[in-house]
């Protein structure tokens, strides 16, 4: 056995032998344990994009958790056995996520990789339930087996092997990693062990190599490499939150803010699975099945928080003040991979969108009844983007793009343009020198200002004014700037 390999097996034992005294998060009893695998199956996370923080996880049963929302005390995951409803356990424990090139060298886990290492719903705090007895009715809801296509009752009677899919009721695995900086996420959802028939009673496992539309395993030949997206609506280049397009007067009194909001959607790396089921209270809840693609595991909120100080915007802004948009705007596709959402908000607002991942509640009422049929949903697993303040100097107002500065006869050509104006009167152009280092060169006054249209400016810089500058930079009285190097 080649030393990589054995590690591996090392960790798979260990993974098994990880459970508490009680099984916390599988919801019937200590004998069955869990495990979810990736680090042992040779598949990974890709290596967090450069300019991330620190990488922490979690993983939850799809519509069954909620994260760090109580104590994640709780002895019975979704308090199945209890009169009132624990909180799915609350997601207290801390993922265990490895280096995955440091922890098992020679095997071809790329530097900076990371992979899920011991893990197991019977750890205690895990969020949420895996065998989820959804049907108080159902005899044997309890069936220590994770999604069997045999009839359980039939087995406890002595007759195995009768097809059923009347105990396929335990959702898929939800993973979401994070890192500390606030700009890049992974999220992948596989689930359970595909089974080979009805005489396949073994008690099942999750494995994240069952990834089906990732990157390519240099390993193993696989598409179940699990990569990092950019948060929606974080003002990258390429997926900028806000795409202000005009300032309305929807209310005669009140100068009102109309934007469309546009975005790239969030992806799902998942096994691509489909599990039929017939349980009626699986059907009761409009799920066809508890496969990932059964499920609907994305949403999107499209939050709202007044400026408190102009001229801080950004930093005066309550972590807690979040609200959402009222009226609530629901995101259409776009066509192109992405949604978009048209807003109209008072002047002095800032917008953020929240991502959810996870199934939407169907539910407030944190009953017994509703959240063991999973329609308390899922909380507490999500992303947020960087807020766009519609007023102070705007994120997106005013932004010189396209800007070129080509030398000729006697001076330098510059031009550039906007796609937005909202608050914008002026734009200067500086000289960047050596020797007596930024010094203003030029002055152009907005031709769009206020309308939310774009405009293309030209200016002519005389030779002798730039003091021998190899760059520009022009900046709008919004504070938006962009810098040039003179060709």
């Known amino acids: 056995m080649k030393r990589g390999f054995k590690a591996l097996a090392v960790l798979a034992a260990l993974v098994a032998a990880s459970a508490g005294p009680q099984a916390f998060a599988f919801c019937v009893s200590a004998q069955e344990t869990p495990a979810i695998f990736q680090c042992a199956d040779r598949a990974w996370f890709a290596p967090p994009p450069a300019g991330s923080g620190a990488v922490t996880g979690a ?41 995955a090139a440091a922890s098992f060298p020679g095997i071809g886990f790329p530097a900076g990789s990371v992979c899920l290492g011991s893990n197991n719903w019977a750890n205690a705090g895990v969020d949420g339930c895996c065998d989820n007895p959804r049907d108080s009715a159902q005899a044997f809801a309890d069936d220590n087996t994770l999604n069997p296509l045999f009839d359980v009752a039939a087995l406890n009677g002595g007759y195995p092997g009768v097809p059923s899919t009347d105990w396929v009721q335990d959702a898929p695995l939800g993973v979401l990693l994070t890192e500390s900086n606030g700009h890049f996420y992974a999220v992948a959802s596989v689930s359970n062990m595909a089974r080979t028939g009805p005489n396949d009673i073994r008690a099942g496992f999750y494995s994240l190599a069952d990834v089906t ?64 089921s017939t349980n009626p209270t699986v059907i009761a809840i409009g799920l066809s099945g508890m496969g990932v693609n059964d499920h609907s595991i994305s949403r999107y909120v499209i939050e709202e928080q007044a400026i408190v100080d102009p001229n801080n915007p950004l930093g005066s802004l309550n972590p807690n003040g979040w609200s959402a948009h009222t009226p609530a705007s629901g995101p259409t596709p776009d066509g192109m991979g992405g949604f978009t959402a048209q807003v109209t908000v008072p002047p002095d607002t800032c917008l953020r969108l929240h991502t959810y991942f996870g199934v939407a509640p169907q539910t407030s009422t944190h009953s017994l009844g509703n959240c063991r049929q999973g329609i308390c949903g899922d909380l507490g697993f999500e992303v947020v983007s960087p807020p766009s303040c519609l007023g102070g100097a705007l994120a997106s107002d005013g932004v010189p793009g396209n800007a070129s500065a080509v030398r000729g006869k006697g001076g330098v050509d510059v031009s550039f343009e906007t796609a937005h104006e909202l608050s914008v009167s002026n734009f200067k152009i500086y000289a960047l020198t050596q020797a007596s280092g930024r010094i203003e060169v030029a002055s152009l006054n907005c031709t769009e200002c206020t309308t939310g249209n774009g405009a293309l400016y030209k200016a002519r810089i005389p030779m002798g004014q730039l003091k021998g500058a190899r760059d520009l930079e022009i900046v709008a009285s919004t504070g938006a700037s962009a810098k040039v190097t003179i060709k």
């Open 59 to 99: 993983f939850w049963g799809i519509g069954f958790g909620n994260r760090n929302l109580n104590t994640g005390q709780g002895s019975d995951g979704t308090a199945f056995a209890s009169k009132a409803f624990n909180g799915n356990d609350s997601g207290t424990f801390e993922v265990n996520i490895l280096d």
């Open 213 to 276: 539309n990732g990157q390519l395993n240099t390993i193993t030949g696989a598409h179940n490499i699990v990569g990092w997206q950019r948060i929606p609506g974080d003002k990258d280049p390429n997926d900028p939150l806000t795409h202000f397009v005009r300032v309305g007067d929807a209310d005669p009194n009140t100068p009102a803010r109309e934007a469309t909001l546009g975005w790239i959607s969030a992806g799902v790396y998942s096994d691509g699975s489909s599990l039929p």
